[in-house]
């Protein structure tokens, strides 16, 4: 470490340095919160130097002045601040240090890269916001970033030439001339004069970004990065440069490779990452420069006199606090958007009722909240079997606490306009789609999964491609050869971040076209969640206000979005046991095939409970008190984001339906809830939400067979399993024809509405799998084994509500809210017999899924 320069001792118009020095230069994203300078002039810098060089040009010496300075900045996605921590940032503060400094230095103005999208500001604007503020702050040249190419090709060429400096591609080319020229109108090198130095600069991306670029034509073509490079380097010296810079977007393992495979560049400026770093790598060194003009590099160059010698580097760390004046003519600039922006982003959305990780090192490496918040609605709105959305979408880089989440939050979040499709796709190939996500685990890279309806174990000592050791879709393990109807976004289903499965095996159900924007799905579905019940409360409370004319208008104002802030749902997104990373092998907590994890919070509140797994292992997950609800919204101002519990909503189909007893699909199933909703019956919040639509409190039997009746219905009840035997194998009764009176059946249905005894009766004499879900519900392990081996079909719905294993699934969780060992227990070894016997299924076994009926 050397110290400062004499020259930032002296002169009121330079930014002096006086923060102590670090030992070392990496750092994350955002450094800890740090207390602010006394003076806003007052602003500091770690200093860093190569070692002393003899050989300078004539006239300096290792201590002299340098030939040139740089500024350096990298990844200014957001010109105004996205967080409240400092260093704080904003271009209207980077703007007062760039001035300063090129006043009294005459600084270089280099960039490497982003600043199109993603931000607030450009789901807006497009990126038009960006161009005043770079042409004010007079770049030198720039390097292009992967999101500059964002909103295409064509609309990057009217931006950058709007910012009125060069750009430098040296190694990505437009095909469609002979020879291929840089694209977007870019430049191969650039040469810069400054102070007698003659300074050449070429412009270096790495392949893997490539392919994240939604919409890239096929005359884009890349070039090996090292080949053209030194191709380069050698026009620039014939040219008389006496010094190479290579502004990078690329990760910093590729700039570290770079350096070494091309010695001949002596200062290296990267972009992409978005941490602050200073590194040598051999003679040459290595510049990293944070993001979003949080930090910036005061770079002293002293260059060499003949071509044998060594460039002679030193730098400065200078951070951007808020107490740093801002720059009136950026301000302006700045202003003008911002005021646009906030008309529209300043609603309330929703409350988030727990903490919210969005940091890059947590969503790109595991699963997450809100990852699972988005596929979870990506998946619900789209009505799909499952859901992937790469981790690449989330960019906030915050932890937001408990509080009100606005649109700008989300937009923040979800800053991309992605549109969500849907797809359908072969089990091998979905399951080849998610081993390209893990591909570069652990590596910070964008296409990491964020998934719903699916749980995987993903093996990260195995080879790429080779990770998956175990996955299921909604429960159950994958079917290679079964199609399922997958929702993601039009940028992973045309192969970005290197889901080429997706492009290559599957067909559109919803093409882009039809397609919704991602950001503008979720905030919707957000906006919706209060229920019926709530929405007429607050048009009351309103109405209530206007009609009062003893208040004044302001007061009024303020009242009314007193009342939308008070009807505001609360959300609380988890990580629920999606994603298992392990190189053991570990089984995964039993689903139910119809829900995802996320439903048991839209259930309950925290309480623990043990589930089970396959075999004896088992897993806590949280069992919360229940709620207030209906199936199709929650009716107190407690929200998960899973509104409509799948498992509900299967167990409804029977208990509830009104519609003829025959094979329902999923749509119908959800036009009939949304119709009628408002016939479901609510929970208290002393009661269990489960209870009140297909179990029993207090583990009553769900049906009562007339005594004078012997059915198997009865001797499954009583777990008699002489009787049981004789019946099935003397065919006095079996599985397929068990009540043989319809009045006994009628009494089954004594507890329901009147109108489901219709179904009862009308299903009587076709009711093929009520002894099994019998059997279930009583908790009878022999029974169901002995069922399922004479031929009982564990898929079949009757009008006891849903499938086998979602009744055992179900009263599982009764058990275990009302401390029932012995049930819970015996749940948990059906739930394993049933999954046994249907891993044992064949494929068209597996399909048949019915309503007893006609």
Not at 332 to 338: K, R
Not at 499 to 509: A, F, N, Q, R, T
Not at 815 to 822: F, I, N, P, R, V
Not at 824 to 839: F, G, N, Q, S, V
């Amino acid at each position: 470490m050397g110290s400062s320069c004499s020259a930032c001792k002296s002169g009121n118009d330079v930014v002096p340095v006086s923060l102590p020095q670090d030992t070392g230069h990496e750092e994350p994203h955002y450094d800890p919160v740090m207390p602010a300078p006394e003076r806003p002039e007052d602003v500091g810098g770690e200093v860093s130097t190569t070692s002393p060089d003899d050989d300078l040009m004539p006239g300096h010496s290792a201590v002299s002045e340098p030939h040139f300075t740089i500024l350096h900045f990298n990844d200014a996605h957001n010109i105004v601040p996205p967080k409240d921590m400092e260093p704080l940032g904003s271009a209207t503060r980077f703007a007062t240090i760039a001035k300063q400094y090129r006043k009294q230095w005459d600084s270089l103005l280099l960039f490497s890269g982003d600043c199109f999208n993603p931000s607030r500001l450009s789901t807006v604007t497009k990126g038009r916001h960006v161009a005043p503020v770079m042409k004010a702050l007079r770049v030198d040249c720039a390097v292009y970033g992967n999101h500059d190419f964002d909103f295409g090709p064509d609309e990057l060429v009217k931006l950058a030439k709007d910012c009125g400096m060069p750009w430098v591609m040296t190694n990505v080319v437009d095909t469609r001339k002979d020879p291929p020229v840089p694209v977007c109108n870019s430049l191969k090198s650039h040469m810069i004069r400054k102070n007698g130095v003659r300074i050449g600069v070429i412009g270096i991306v790495e392949e893997e970004w490539l392919a994240t670029i939604r919409d890239l034509p096929d005359y884009v073509q890349y070039l090996k990065k090292d080949t053209a490079a030194k191709a380069e380097i050698e026009n620039l010296k014939a040219q008389g440069a006496q010094m190479i810079i290579a502004l990078t977007h690329m990760r910093e393992y590729n700039d570290v490779q770079f350096l070494k495979d091309v010695p001949e560049v002596d200062l290296l400026l990267g972009g992409h990452d978005h941490y602050y770093k200073v590194l040598d790598v051999g003679n040459s060194k290595l510049i990293k420069s944070s993001a979003d003009f949080v930090h910036t590099t005061f770079i002293k160059v002293w260059v060499p006199r003949g071509p044998g010698g060594r460039v002679r580097i030193e730098t400065e760390k200078i951070p951007v606090f808020s107490s740093i004046k801002e720059d009136p003519e950026i301000q302006s600039i700045v202003d003008s958007y911002d005021k646009e922006l906030q008309s529209k982003i300043n609603k309330e959305v929703c409350r988030l009722g727990r903490e919210l990780d969005v940091m890059a090192e947590v969503v790109r490496t595991q699963e997450c909240a809100a990852g699972n918040l988005v596929a979870d609605i990506m998946r619900k709105e789209m009505m799909c079997d499952c859901a992937i959305v790469n981790s690449g979408v989330l960019r906030a880089n915050l932890v937001y606490i408990p509080g009100v989440l606005k649109i700008k939050d989300i937009l923040d979040i979800l800053p991309m306009e992605d549109i969500v499709v849907s797809v359908l796709i072969k089990g091998s190939n979905l399951r080849e789609a998610l081993e390209c996500g893990f591909s570069k685990y652990p590596a910070l890279e964008g296409r990491f999964p964020q998934v719903s309806g699916m749980q995987m174990l993903m093996d990260p000592s195995k080879s790429p491609g080779e990770r998956l050791k175990d996955l299921r879709v909604k429960g159950r393990r994958l079917d290679n050869n079964r199609i399922y109807k997958l929702a993601t976004t039009s940028y992973l289903s045309g192969g970005g971040d290197g889901y080429l499965p997706l492009k290559e095996h599957s067909g559109y159900i919803c093409e882009i076209e039809n397609g919704r924007i991602l950001p503008t799905m979720c905030r919707q579905y957000l906006a919706d969640l209060p229920g019926t019940e709530r929405k007429l409360e607050k048009k009351a409370s309103k109405q209530e206000l206007r009609g009062a004319p003893h208040i004044k208008a302001s007061e009024r104002e303020v009242s009314m979005k007193a009342i939308d802030s008070a009807y505001l749902p609360t959300i609380s997104p988890t990580v629920d046991g999606r994603i298992f990373i392990s190189d053991e092998m570990v089984e995964l907590p039993v689903m139910s095939s119809n829900m995802s994890c996320s439903s048991f919070h839209s259930m309950y509140s925290d309480r623990t409970i043990t589930l089970p797994r396959r075999g004896e292992r088992r897993t806590s997950m949280v069992h919360p008190i229940p709620v207030r609800r209906t199936i199709t919204n929650l009716t107190d101002n407690q929200f998960s984001h899973e509104t409509q519990d799948d498992i509900l909503e299967a167990m409804s189909n029977s208990s509830f339906n009104r519609l003829p007893p025959h094979k329902i699909d999923s749509h119908s199933r959800r036009s009939f809830q949304s119709r009628n909703s408002q016939d479901l019956t609510t929970c208290s919040p002393t009661s269990n939400p489960a209870a009140d639509g297909f179990l029993s409190q207090e583990y009553m039997p769900l049906v009562e067979p007339e005594k004078h009746v012997v059915t198997l219905h009865d001797a499954c009840a009583k777990g008699d399993m002489e009787a049981i035997t004789a019946l099935v194998k003397n065919k006095k009764a079996n599985h397929r024809g068990s009540i043989v009176n319809k009045k006994g059946h009628a009494t089954v249905m004594n507890h329901k509405p009147d109108d489901l005894k219709a179904l009862g009766l009308g299903s009587a004499l076709k009711d093929i799998a009520t002894p099994l879900h019998y059997a279930v519900v009583y908790g009878r392990v022999a029974a169901v084994e002995f069922l399922l081996q004479s031929g009982a079909h564990p898929k079949i719905r009757t009008a006891l509500g849903g499938t086998a294993r979602e009744l055992a699934f179900a009263h599982l969780l009764m058990a275990h809210s009302k401390g029932d060992a012995d049930l819970a227990k015996a749940m948990e070894k059906i739930i394993d017999t049933l999954d046994r016997y249907e891993e044992r299924m064949t494929d068209d076994e597996r399909t048949t899924e019915s309503i007893i009926g006609s």
